[in-house]
């Protein structure tokens, strides 16, 4: 069973730092790409970052480029998410989710997320 | 990259039909058979319902159907049941730098 589960959310204020986990089980991370996507509270879904098996590839959407780093360790089955530079509007639920194979096209496992929280 | 285009809201009776549309551009749903449909419930994280346009995963009710002409992509659910009442969203590859864009998401109301 494929299991994707987050954590490292929380509060922190503009400006701060954050670094979220997804520890991925249930099939071999190597073999796909991976990806985060963000719900703000009330809204819809945001694609904020992708990363390719090998690390070959990566992706951010504009709105993160800069103060975001994506970033995973395959020995370790674990993807991660570097937020710097944290404004108001990266308040939102943040998913890591796994694509359907090792290049971005489709995902199809989710997590159940992690709250992340930026105020004063 | 502009968000997909979904209508807010849409409802039916139990058993009837419903379509939702998903409009893009001929840089992502029109240009790719890589047009996915989520479900979500509140508090929930999304479920994969169709992928490559048409395609249900293992253990999804075929009750759930996709299609596509052109730029716009639809998800039909037919049959519909209370256990519907989800917020519904598209994606799609896109052939910009970025390469996934969601739908603005469809609330389904079972009345």
């Known amino acids: 069973e494929v299991q994707l589960v987050e954590s490292g959310g929380g509060l922190v204020k503009p400006g701060g730092s954050l670094r979220l986990s997804c520890a991925a089980s249930?099939?071999?991370?190597?073999?796909?790409?991976m990806n985060w996507v963000r719900q703000a509270p009330g809204k819809g879904l945001e694609w904020v970052s992708s990363i390719s098996s090998s690390s070959s590839y990566i992706y951010y959407a504009d709105s993160v480029k800069g103060r975001f780093t994506i970033s995973r360790d395959n020995a370790k089955n674990s993807l991660y998410l570097q937020m710097n530079s944290l404004r108001a509007e990266d308040t939102a639920v943040y998913y890591c989710a796994r694509d359907r194979s090792t290049v971005v096209t489709t995902i199809d496992y989710w997590g159940q997320g992690t709250l992340v929280t930026v105020s004063s | 990259q502009s968000a997909l285009t979904q209508p807010a809201s849409v409802s039916g009776s139990p058993g009837q039909s419903i379509t939702i549309s998903c409009t893009g551009t001929s840089s992502d749903v029109g240009g790719y058979n890589y047009v996915s449909w989520y479900q979500q419930h509140p508090g929930k994280a999304p479920k994969l319902m169709i992928y490559d346009v048409s395609n249900r995963p293992s253990g999804v009710s075929n009750r759930f159907s996709g299609s596509k002409s052109g730029n716009t992509a639809s998800l039909t659910i037919s049959g519909l049941q209370a256990e519907d009442e989800a917020d519904y969203y598209c994606s799609s590859y896109t052939s910009s730098s970025t390469p996934y864009v969601f739908g603005t998401g469809t609330k389904v109301t079972v009345l």
């Open positions: 249930g099939f071999t991370f190597s073999s796909y790409s």
